[in-house]
């Protein structure tokens, strides 16, 4: 007797689309009308590598680290751009200076924002973009690498907002508790209320150690449990690459920081993206207490054969070992890999 494999129990479908990754939830969902209906929404917070462009082609592909798969999307519209990411949105930059953000690169549906041309923002080259982060509002932050400057735009606005603030490059920058939050290069951190009366400047509310200062790159992260992190990362270009994180945990009120040993069950991504955190346990088949990291030495790595894309890994916080977390080959001189963080 033949089973229709349609009229299995709605409880049991359910059940077995429950841990798949997105790409696998799609086409569990286009199978039938039944399976459709029975099938969890999309939800997985497991964060995607999104693969260097390959030139000439159309598709993009991503890195599943939840089903140690490679992906390939259809995205015309990032092709041959520099990519960055924050909490799901992709800001993508073209030679013409323009700026869009494309939502859920993974998911079936899409959504694209066209931001201001860096035209916008007086003696900006887009070479020199560092990061960019984005509030839930659609309130956007740039912070320009080399001129050390941050922009700010909302809806409505038909230029980027120059926010003022202490002159030094910008490692990173954070949307942290209603405010942006940016780390410079003195080791300063830096606020800016974008609801305040003076949502143009931002303040310095935080010095690092001097004896913290003078390394490669930093990092702001909001932990898990909400509290604020600095990470800090060492390596060489080359030939060794990152060897090290160290991991501070801020208080803002009492002005006070500490050293952290151990992310517990959980874990950090940081790269060519905005940083961020993620819960883990066997379900996501992220090793928790680790640091997720992609190259982030781009500069560098210009004047090289293959470019950037090189230096990535999994740091593990316990014994200080690094191992691979992707195991091919994909370098790109302007736009290397970067994490993607799902936001269904």
């Given at each position: 007797m033949?089973?229709?494999?349609?009229?299995?129990?709605?409880?049991?479908?359910?059940?077995?689309s429950?841990?798949?990754?997105?790409n696998?939830?799609?086409?569990?969902?286009?199978?039938?009308?039944?399976?459709?209906?029975?099938?969890?929404?999309?939800?997985?917070d497991?964060?995607?590598?999104?693969?260097?462009d390959k030139?000439?082609k159309?598709?993009?592909?991503?890195?599943?680290?939840?089903?140690?798969?490679?992906?390939?999307?259809?995205m015309p519209?990032?092709?041959?751009r520099?990519?960055?990411?924050?909490r799901?949105?992709?800001l993508?930059?073209?030679?013409?200076?323009?700026?869009?953000?494309?939502?859920?690169?993974?998911?079936?549906?899409?959504?694209?924002?066209?931001?201001p041309?860096?035209?916008?923002?007086?003696?900006?080259?887009?070479?020199?973009?560092?990061r960019y982060?984005?509030?839930?509002?659609?309130?956007v932050?740039?912070?320009?690498?080399?001129?050390?400057?941050l922009?700010?735009?909302k809806?409505?606005?038909?230029?980027?907002?120059?926010?003022?603030?202490?002159?030094?490059?910008?490692?990173?920058?954070?949307?942290?508790?209603?405010?942006?939050?940016?780390?410079?290069?003195?080791?300063?951190?830096?606020r800016?209320?974008?609801n305040?009366?003076?949502?143009?400047?931002?303040q310095?509310?935080?010095?690092?150690?001097?004896d913290?200062?003078?390394?490669?790159?930093?990092?702001?992260?909001?932990?898990?449990t909400?509290?604020?992190?600095?990470?800090?990362?060492r390596?060489?270009?080359?030939?060794?690459?990152?060897?090290?994180?160290?991991?501070?945990?801020?208080?803002?009120?009492?002005?006070?920081?500490?050293?952290?040993?151990?992310?517990?069950?959980?874990?950090?991504?940081?790269?060519?993206?905005?940083?961020?955190?993620?819960?883990?346990?066997?379900?996501?088949?992220?090793?928790?207490?680790c640091?997720?990291?992609?190259d982030?030495?781009?500069d560098?790595?210009?004047?090289?054969?293959?470019?950037?894309?090189?230096?990535?890994?999994?740091?593990?916080?316990?014994d200080?070992?690094?191992?691979?977390?992707?195991q091919?080959?994909?370098?790109?001189?302007?736009?290397?890999p970067?994490?993607?963080?799902?936001?269904?």
């Open positions: 033949e089973r229709n494999w349609a009229d299995l129990l709605p409880e049991l479908l359910g059940s077995c429950q841990g798949l990754c997105p696998d939830l799609s086409a569990f969902r286009a199978v039938c009308r039944s399976w459709r209906s029975a099938a969890v929404e999309e939800s997985s497991v964060p995607w590598l999104m693969l260097a030139k000439g159309r598709c993009r592909e991503f890195f599943c680290l939840q089903c140690q798969r490679v992906h390939k999307k259809f519209e990032v092709k041959a520099r990519c960055f990411s924050s799901g949105w992709v993508t930059i073209g030679r013409d200076w323009e700026l869009h953000m494309l939502k859920n690169p993974m998911s079936r549906g899409s959504h694209i924002i066209n931001l041309n860096l035209n916008k923002f007086p003696n900006i080259e887009v070479e020199n973009l560092r982060y984005h509030s839930y509002d659609f309130r932050m740039v912070t320009y690498y080399y001129n050390a400057r922009g700010l735009w809806p409505g606005d038909e230029e980027w907002t120059k926010v003022d603030h202490p002159s030094s490059f910008n490692f990173d920058v954070i949307f942290y508790r209603g405010c942006f939050y940016a780390l410079n290069a003195n080791g300063h951190i830096l800016c209320d974008v305040g009366p003076t949502p143009s400047k931002a310095v509310v935080f010095e690092m150690p001097r913290l200062l003078g390394l490669e790159q930093m990092y702001l992260v909001q932990s898990t909400g509290s604020l992190l600095v990470v800090s990362r390596g060489q270009y080359r030939p060794r690459g990152t060897f090290r994180f160290h991991v501070f945990e801020i208080d803002l009120v009492a002005q006070s920081w500490r050293g952290i040993k151990t992310l517990k069950n959980s874990s950090l991504f940081l790269g060519w993206n905005s940083s961020f955190s993620l819960e883990v346990d066997e379900k996501h088949r992220i090793k928790p207490n640091i997720y990291f992609t982030d030495f781009i560098n790595s210009r004047g090289t054969k293959d470019g950037g894309g090189k230096d990535m890994g999994i740091y593990h916080l316990q200080g070992t690094i191992e691979p977390h992707f091919g080959k994909s370098y790109s001189h302007y736009s290397p970067l994490w993607i963080e799902p936001n269904f």
